[in-house]
């Protein structure tokens, strides 16, 4: 069985890439064939990893993938990451959406078909956009399993409330059931504001009793990871209190 995971939010910035690179790597790290993936069409996911030649590929791209899966193997799209592999975003899905929505069957429902038979991977993490379009959609009902990473402030209480109208509608449309298997309040500096201490208490309020709420601190080691194309697991990068926050997260969601 492949564990599917979306990492989403349509609020921008909240790092949503930063903890894709970091779960990929904590479940690598465990053990487990990881394949990250790059859905968003500005593809700061593959340029971090340092793919920006697949990014630009005119032929046999992610693009071309989505909009007409069953012509298409994953596998063949694949590049491969020191941690993990990778499918990467390709520039020409700026047009994807339009596309999709133009082509008319199932435009909602493409990424789940491009996986339907995949099972080579233990887990596959989808890094989402910063939209709630139908790319969003897409990663949403492929994976039907999310991490939604937030910034501790009053701005991303909203954007959940927005996200989680999306994902009834999404459940009600195609009869189908969505998990949030984790909120990551991310990027986080200490000491805590007034605002970002209200955020935290109400999203450990509002949903910490069933689902876990995990803190990533603001921390140079990440960044400074990320900029170089590894994850906190990744050979030779600094050692950094959050690697643990990430191994629980990876822990928690690998036998999702
Ligand atoms: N824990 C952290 N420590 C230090 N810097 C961080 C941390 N988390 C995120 N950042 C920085 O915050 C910025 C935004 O992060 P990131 O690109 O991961 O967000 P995103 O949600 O993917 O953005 P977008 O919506 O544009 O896709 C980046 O510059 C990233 O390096
Ligand atoms: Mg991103």
Redesign the pocket.
Known sequence: MTVKIGIT?Q??????????INIAGALADRGLDVLAVDA?P?G??THRLGFEDAYLAEEDSFYEAFKDPSSYDVHDLVVQHAEFDLLPSNIDMFHLEQDLIAAGMKPRLRLQMLFEDVDEWDAIVV?A??SLGPINDNVVLATGQLLV?VEADASSQLAVNHLLRQLDTLEDNYGTRIDILGLIV???DYPLDNEQRDAIEWFESRFGEHIPVHV?????A??RA??AGQSLFGDGVDDCD?RDVYATIAAEVADA
Do not use: F
């Open positions: 939010n609020k921008g910035g909240v790092a949503k890439t930063t903890n894709t968003d500005q700061y996911l890094d956009p910063p990473p991310s990027n986080v990533i601190r603001r921390r140079v990440i960044k990320v900029d959050m």
